[in-house]
């Protein structure tokens, strides 16, 4: 008969990132609000397979800041007087009156993610921190037979491995980072994603010539940073562009980020869905703040003017191969406007080449073919971000990522963080008092073929 789930609750986080972190707030200050009333809250249960609470670590670079206003926080446009905005964390932190001082909408980097942990250390009793869900699937005993309002999760902690039981599922797994076709990482071939781990494991004065592949914010911080901290090295910018492009972030643009843009998007046409990402993906993907991009161009010309040249610009080009050749790797770059191709060696190379959206069909086994598609062959997710599946999956899947064809540019940003993770946990609460609530879709336009 298999394991059944000694433990059912009514949700469980798979992922504790920002994204999972602000749905527990939203379900706590729920919980909080029906304190005394006949209203309880929903029970939580959050699993995360790093040790501890990361966020983009490895892009902690010095004096980097956030690309948007601390008030898009974990909860703030959600709940304007929540104990866990980030103005609390300020106060908290004995800094309120100095970030005020400062005259800055943007913290740096590394503020936020120490706001992060503050707020993470709030739920330490709902998170299971080096523990893994391996599988999702149905209750043995309803394979065949009536549905049962809640899924089994296989979940592994070390060697140890257990099931645990929930009535709804939020699946916030992270972005998968993308590397170009045919090249692999090791200990000289990087992805952004793993910067400063892999850069604190060499030694500085070996990395004497260095590429960084990419045109957007993460390519453009990288490529700053080596040339600031290796003096004496090559510094190599690959970007298949003629130069870095600018991120619009004035303000009419913006608005794509607002939470009614996500309406406009959800309930358009796939005319006006594919007007969104055709005029406004220079919001967002591919991109470069202005102050850094003119940083570079800064440091480019001094060397122009002092007859160096150990910042070089490899424009219109991409990596065509990386090999290794003996003690080096060798890498294969293909100028496009000539077709002709160039080879460096170079001691380390990284790639900032973005990443692909979350895909948790992996990770739903066999609930898989519970989860209904559209003509091509993507999710079909509600308004509320849930997956619609078939009678037999009555269990409330919910995903923080992977919706950028139903919900647009924010599916997976922080922009829209703390209105997404409100949505989801009134899904949740409203499900559980109302289960047998329509879904609410995206109606079918006349003459739509997607």
């Not at 980097?64 to 926080?73: A, G, L, N, R, W």
């Not at 191709?341 to 609930?367: H, K, N, Q, S, W």
């Amino acid at each position: 008969m298999g394991t059944f789930a000694r433990e059912i609750h009514d949700v469980v986080g798979i992922g504790f990132g920002p994204s999972n972190l602000s749905l527990a707030i939203a379900l706590d200050e729920y919980r909080t609000e029906g304190a005394g009333s006949s209203r309880s809250g929903p029970s939580a249960m959050f699993f995360e397979r790093q040790s501890s609470f990361g966020w983009h670590r490895n892009m902690l670079l010095p004096a980097t800041t956030m690309q948007i206003s601390f008030m898009k926080d974990l909860a703030t446009f959600r709940n304007p007087v929540s104990p866990f905005g980030f103005v609390s964390y300020l106060h908290a932190s004995g800094r309120l009156t100095q970030f005020v001082n400062n005259q800055d909408f943007f913290p740096t980097r590394q503020e936020f993610h120490q706001y992060l942990e503050w707020a993470a250390a709030g739920f330490a009793d709902r998170v299971r921190y080096g523990t893994e869900v391996t599988g999702i699937r149905l209750p043995a005993a309803t394979e065949g037979g009536a549905a049962e309002p809640y899924v089994e999760l296989e979940v592994r902690t070390g060697s140890t491995t257990r099931v645990v039981g929930a009535r709804n599922v939020a699946i916030s797994t992270g972005l998968v980072p993308r590397m170009p076709k045919g090249v692999q990482r090791d200990e000289r071939v990087w992805h952004s994603s793993e910067f400063l781990d892999r850069y604190s494991r060499r030694n500085p004065s070996e990395l004497n010539t260095v590429a960084v592949v990419g045109a957007g914010q993460s390519a453009a911080e990288i490529t700053r940073y080596l040339y600031d901290e290796l003096p004496h090295a090559q510094v190599y910018s690959i970007i298949p562009s003629y130069g870095y492009c600018v991120a619009d972030d004035t303000p009419f643009a913006n608005q794509i980020f607002d939470p009614g843009a996500v309406d406009t998007y959800f309930f358009g046409t796939d005319r006006s869905r594919e007007a969104f990402w055709h005029y406004h993906r220079n919001t967002n993907y591919s991109v470069v703040d202005d102050e850094v991009i003119r940083d570079l161009y800064r440091r480019s010309y001094d060397e122009e003017v002092r007859g160096l040249d150990r910042l070089r610009f490899l424009n219109l080009s991409r990596v065509d191969q990386v090999k290794r050749a003996g003690d080096e790797t060798r890498v294969s770059v293909l100028s496009l406007p000539t077709d002709e191709t160039r080879e460096l060696d170079v001691d380390a190379i990284v790639f900032a080449t973005g990443y692909d959206a979350m895909e948790p069909t992996a990770l739903l086994g066999d609930l898989d073919r519970h989860c209904l598609r559209d003509e091509s062959g993507r999710y079909r997710v509600t308004r509320d971000y849930r997956l619609l599946t078939a009678p037999e999956l009555s269990c409330g899947i919910y995903l923080q990522g992977g919706t950028e064809h139903t919900h647009g540019l924010t599916s997976s940003l922080l922009s829209n963080l703390a209105v997404r993770s409100g949505e989801i946990a009134e899904s949740i609460i409203g499900r559980r008092a109302e289960p047998a609530a329509e879904p609410l879709l995206r109606p079918v336009v006349a003459g739509e073929t997607g």
